[in-house]
Nanobody
Framework: EVQLVESGGGLVQPGGSLRLSCAASGFTFSTTAMSWVRQPPGKGAEWVSA????????SYIDSVKGRFTISRDNAKSTLYLEMNSLKPEDTAVYYC?????????????WGQGTQVTVSS
């Protein structure tokens, strides 16, 4: 059973930074592509970023390119999302997903989410 536990969310001012973490268990993390997905208040979920199983390839939605960095530590079965220059429109619940970019809608592979609020 896929288990994903996100942490690191919170309230931050515009221009600030946060680092999200996702502790994974219940599956072979080192052979699984991973994604971050977010759901802004009152809106549908959107894919944000993905990383190949070995970390050799990453991809991002255009709105976060140059500001967010996805990474992983396969020895610790942990996924990260470094978020810099945060904007109010980045406010959302952020979910770790045990799927790559084109399969992120599989809700069975989502964590419980962590709230990120960008506000002054």
């Amino acid at each position: 059973e896929v288990q994903l536990v996100e942490s690191g969310g919170g309230l931050v001012q515009p221009g600030g930074s946060l680092r999200l973490s996702c502790a994974a268990s219940g599956f072979t993390f080192s052979t699984t592509a991973m994604s971050w997905v977010r759901q802004p208040p009152g809106k549908g979920a959107e894919w944000v970023s993905a990383i190949k199983h070995d970390g050799s390839l990453t991809s991002y939605i255009d709105s976060v390119k140059g500001r967010f960095t996805i990474s992983r530590d396969n020895a610790k079965s942990t996924l990260y999302l470094e978020m810099n220059s945060l904007k109010p429109e980045d406010t959302a619940v952020y979910y770790c997903v045990a799927r790559g970019r084109y399969a992120w809608t599989d809700r069975n592979a989502w964590g419980q989410g962590t709230q990120v609020t960008v506000s002054s």
